[in-house]
């Protein structure tokens, strides 16, 4: 009888955050912040970086969504004897793998709003009813360890040292 009280007030809270900002919010960052980090380096004309980005959430996307399959835990609002796709979040995994490029690819200065903004959307996947704490870590563990394993920093500033028959040069460019 218990039992049944607890998942009756699981799935009334569920259904009263799910209509709540928060719960929105966390839901567009999960697009926004990946988008707007490949965005940017289109924008820059990052083809480096682009294949960086394509590498680090394509491998996110496939590791949460297998495992997903695999394990099969059900959502805090569902029976817990049936198969569910609670772990790890997608959500989650997205906006990490979305922080974490910016953070490797383009600095502290990009990647610390990033973090933030994923830690929200992590946060809101609890706060929701949608998640446990632990698919949360779990995806942000992976997006973090896939955008670190394949992004390699932007840099900025290359030099060119050289000679030919007029003499000898040097070359700065510098991407800003």
């Known amino acids: 009888m218990l039992f049944s009280i607890s998942l009756s007030f699981s799935e009334s809270l569920k259904e009263q955050r799910e209509d709540a900002f928060f719960t929105h919010a966390g839901d567009i960052l999960q697009i926004a912040i990946p988008l707007s980090a490949g965005t940017y380096s289109l924008i820059i004309h990052d083809k480096e970086g682009l294949k960086n980005w394509f590498f680090s959430m394509g491998s996110t996307a496939i590791l949460s969504y297998s495992l997903k399959y695999a394990v099969g835990r059900p ?13 790890p979040s997608g959500h989650t995994a997205a906006a990490f793998s979305g922080a974490a490029y910016w953070h490797a690819r383009y600095g502290w200065r990009a990647g610390i709003p990033a973090y933030v903004l994923a830690s929200a959307v992590g946060y809101s996947r609890v706060w929701s009813g949608w998640h446990y704490w632990t698919d949360v870590a779990a995806g942000a563990i992976i997006g973090i360890t896939f955008s670190h394993l394949f992004t390699t920093p932007y840099e900025k500033v290359q030099i060119s040292v050289g000679a030919n028959q007029s003499g000898g040069h040097i070359a700065i460019l510098a991407y800003f």
């Open 75 to 87: 959502r805090p609002f569902q029976d817990q004897n049936k198969r569910g796709d609670s772990f």
